[in-house]
């Protein structure tokens, strides 16, 4: 079946540690985004790339890192320059604009 | 930049009865996607339903339809016969129709958590 995977589901980072969070999608989607989940804050978008070795950043980007270099892969670093890393952190990808999105089942990452 | 507000963080319903969740937003574009996700415990992101800006019929997907009041800038979600299956976080986004000039990608409201009554 064709969807989207995140990997871990948990993980959890010691201070100073740069950790990457995967995302893979075998829906031949072009465009994938990374959103970052707070209580009482919704969805706030990281970083999103429409093609292969393109990407943007959204409103959050500071502190975090991405690549694209397949089609099928984006993941997502979360370097130590981001002060406050603990939250859920979701993938989607989409076909177009008018389709919405697809998304993974997330990832939990926690600071110890 | 658009901005996607959800004025009720919570909302509780009796199994069978109908509610309504509030949603509206603020755009300069005129041309737009507007869509309802549910994230249940699982925390798993599903699409409810979607609605495009330039279509005056309001949306409906068994029993979920909106209201979608362009003028207004208004967006809600009625859940008809609610269902204990329908408890979860409810996220109105925003999405405009062109693409390219600033970030690109869904804008998400704060959510609704919806809680059904037995």
């Known amino acids: 079946d064709g969807g989207i995977t995140q990997s871990p589901k948990y993980l959890f980072r010691k201070e100073g540690q740069n950790v990457t969070l995967s995302c893979e999608q075998n829906l031949n989607h072009d465009a994938m985004y990374w959103y970052r989940q707070d209580p009482g804050q919704g969805l706030r978008l990281i970083y999103y790339?429409?093609?292969?070795?393109?990407?943007q950043k959204g409103d959050i980007a500071e502190g975090y890192s991405v690549s694209r270099e397949k089609k099928e892969s984006f993941p997502l670093t979360v370097t130590s320059a981001q002060k406050n890393p603990t939250a859920f952190y979701l993938c989607?990808?989409?076909?177009?604009?008018?389709?919405?999105?697809?998304f993974g089942s997330g990832t939990r990452l926690t600071v110890v | 930049a658009q901005t996607v507000t959800q004025s009720q963080p919570e909302m509780s319903v009796q199994e069978a009865e109908t509610v309504t969740l509030s949603c509206t937003y603020d755009?300069?574009?005129?041309?737009?996607?507007l869509f309802w996700y549910k994230q249940p415990p699982s925390r798993q992101m599903i699409l409810v339903i979607r609605q495009e800006a330039y279509k005056q019929q309001n949306a409906t997907e068994n029993r979920f339809s909106v209201n979608f009041q362009k003028a207004a800038k208004s967006f809600s979600l009625k859940i008809s016969d609610s269902q204990l299956g329908d408890a979860a976080m409810y996220f109105c986004a925003y999405r405009r129709r062109s693409s390219g000039g600033g970030a690109d990608g869904l804008t998400f409201g704060k959510g609704t958590h919806l809680i059904i009554q037995p």
């Open positions: 989607a990808s989409s076909i177009g604009l008018r389709a919405g999105y697809t």
């Open positions: 755009t300069s574009e005129s041309d737009y996607y």
């Open positions: 790339s429409q093609i292969v070795n393109d990407f």
